[in-house]
């Protein structure tokens, strides 16, 4: 991608013409990486649930209520979570944890008393500092007893 005339149309000609497929090759970039870190580090999630995620590296873009923008490879965090009745139950357990008086629906490992959960988080958060983009340091894995809507 060369640009040899510098005028404000040409730049932006260029821009045009490669601007999606650049940007479209750094969201796969990203999201692969993301995928592979979870995917090493599945197998030490208890009672064999599924690491998964979801957000705007998933999809591409942001949610409605950030404006349905392009997913941002240069500045990102990753929503992880488990589903899993058993782990849940064992977090609520161990932490009492309500909100509003009820039980909540997802629990942060990054602040529960699960040390298996709080040391996975470290281990994969880690992983992903080499990540170009990402912000490791707000990764978290919500423990959730059901499938997120």
């Known amino acids: 991608m060369g ?18 497929r650049i940007w479209n090759e750094q969201w796969l970039e990203r999201k692969e990486a993301v995928e592979a870190v979870l995917q090493r580090h599945s197998s030490s999630v208890p009672y064999s649930a599924r690491l998964q995620y979801r957000g705007s590296l998933l999809r591409g873009r942001r949610g409605s209520h ?46 529960s008393n699960l040390s298996s959960m709080r040391g996975l988080v470290s281990r994969i958060a880690s992983d992903m500092s080499r990540i170009e983009g990402c912000q490791p340091e707000k990764f978290d894995i919500f423990i959730r007893r059901n499938e997120p809507d």
């Open 66 to 111: 950030k404006g349905r923008i392009r997913f941002n490879p240069d500045s990102f965090d990753v929503d992880a979570y488990v589903v899993s009745p058993e782990l849940h139950a064992e977090a609520v357990g161990a932490d009492s944890i309500t909100r509003f008086g009820r039980v909540s629906a997802a629990i942060s490992a990054k602040s």
């Open 3 to 20: 640009v040899s005339d510098l005028t404000a149309e040409a730049i932006d000609k260029v821009i045009e013409a490669d601007g999606e």
